[in-house]
């Protein structure tokens, strides 16, 4: 039974947290499951924390320019 909940409460807290800072995409929750079925190594984080950086930089740094499309 954990091994069911536990993903299942990974994958909610992840669409949670991501409805609430207006940041919806979905493949953030194949990732908060995959590393909760997989297991996960610092490489594992370095990595996501990484894209998420380099993704939050060149939004900031191209915002000018970007075009909301909602």
């Known amino acids: 039974m954990l091994k069911i909940l536990i993903p299942a409460i990974s994958v909610g807290l992840a669409i949670f947290t991501m409805v609430i800072t207006n940041t919806e995409h979905p493949p953030a929750a194949g990732t908060a499951l995959g590393i909760t079925i997989q297991g996960w190594t610092y490489s594992t984080i370095l990595v996501i924390l990484t894209t998420i950086l ?17």
């Open 54 to 70: 380099l993704l939050s930089l060149f939004k900031y740094l191209l915002k000018a320019w970007l075009k909301d499309l909602v």
